[in-house]
């Protein structure tokens, strides 16, 4: 399985950006919007003493987890269905995988919001499709065609698609 959280997140604001992190073309590192996802990870990670950023398998890197339960931190609730996806893809490996029924929370530091996230049957039958869909993208020769969209101006890789 090539999917992992980073390209579900992905999957759902841009199938170019699918591509170009499958193939490990990382995005511009000193854009500022991720160095203010990295500083709220860092100030929200200050105030938990246990259970934070647990890495499985090489595959999945999981904000925080406290016994059964799986938090993801996001800097705002503006991707909510990526994040929701994203989420449910480290729900849907963890119960695939490691043989554990767990829930989730998306927690919005800065909104004060937090969402409460279950896996269901209707939720693993369209990880399955995005998961394959990622496996296709991925191994294309090229990237897909960009497409302008409402997140194409604060993009780490717009230098790549529209320079």
Known sequence: MV?????VWYYFICKRQVWFMGRGIEPYHDNPLLAEGRTISQIVFSRIT????VLIDNRIKIDILKGNVVMEVKKSSRYLEASRMQLLFYLYYLKRFKGVDASGILVFPDERKRKRIKLTEEDVRRLEEVISDIEDIVSRDSPPDPVKTRYCRKCA???MCWA
């Open 157 to 159: 890789y717009k230098e």
């Open 3 to 7: 999917a992992n959280g980073t390209l």
């Open 50 to 53: 246990e259970g934070r950023e």
